[in-house]
């Protein structure tokens, strides 16, 4: 019988290579994932609305800050939540577009969810409107510095629909 192939022989350095090539895929794969979970992390841990264009407070100078407010909509949100994110990415859209950034002051309340500690904060500092800050996020319309009214949703996210009864209920431009 005759042989059509011949049977070849296969260097031990294509093997090396091999080996050392998934290695390399391997470790570069880690590495762009590691390098996805770090941005994700950074980009839920700050607000859309903590850039420059957004006025913001804190809560160690809330008093004196709110006190000078006169006509604006104070937007109570955290940080950390997929769902807060996109969220706040599609309001910031709508607020750009209908030009109302100026009128709003964001307050950072991530290190009060813990126990809702921020609920007691909001309704000591807004007694008048107690029994309607219930949950973040949520928007407290405020006018010459004393708090009129809030709003929030029970499934814990709110729209620009949401704002705009807030804006068109007290022609807020």
Known sequence: MIRLFKKKEIPSKNYIIVIIVTILVVLLMIFIRSFYLNYKSSKLSESIFSSQTVKQIHMDDFD?????????????????????????????????????????????????????KYINILKNKFPNIDNEINSAPMFIYIKDGAAVEAMSSEIKMIDYKTLNRLVNKYEIE
Do not use: C, H, P, Q
């Open 64 to 116: 004196f800050a709110i006190r000078e407010v006169s006509d604006s909509i104070l937007y109570v949100s955290y940080t950390g939540s997929n769902e807060i994110y996109s969220m706040e990415k599609k309001l910031y859209k709508e607020l750009e577009n209908n030009n109302l950034l100026d009128k709003i002051i964001y307050l950072d309340i991530t290190k009060y969810t813990k126990g809702n």
